[in-house]
């Protein structure tokens, strides 16, 4: 069984920077891609970015596009997503989920481990 667990979230102001974490502590995410989503109070979850198995490809959600910027180390089994430039509408909580295929899919359904998700506040 795949443990997935995010890290990093907090408060911050506008235009600073945060940086998550999500850690399997299986280590099993290797030949896997993983993604970031997010999801704010009312809204439906929404894909934010992802990377394939070996980091050779990423995507990323158009509206955090050029601000955050994903990234893996497959041997601590961590996927990173470093968020710059922070607006008020990037409050949610965010989900790090590791997807069936090796590759850096959208597709929410290609997803098959969560974690709990770590809350991001971001202040005017």
């Known amino acids: 069984q795949v443990q997935v667990r995010e890290s990093g979230g907090g408060l911050v102001q506008a235009g600073n920077s945060l940086r998550l974490s999500c850690v399997d502590s299986?280590?099993?995410?290797?030949?896997?891609?993983v993604g970031w989503f997010r999801q704010a109070p009312g809204k439906e979850r929404e894909f934010v970015a992802s990377?394939?198995?070996?980091?050779?490809?990423?995507d990323y959600l158009d509206s955090v596009r050029g601000r955050f910027a994903i990234s893996r180390d497959n041997g601590k089994s961590t996927v990173y997503l470093q968020m710059n430039s922070l607006k008020e509408e990037d409050t949610a909580i965010y989900y790090c989920a590791v997807s069936r295929s090796a590759a850096a899919t959208k597709s929410m359904s290609m997803y098959r481990y969560w974690g709990q998700g770590t809350q991001v506040t971001v202040s005017s």
């Open positions: 299986r280590r099993t995410f290797t030949n896997n891609g």
């Open positions: 990377i394939s198995w070996n980091g050779g490809t990423t």
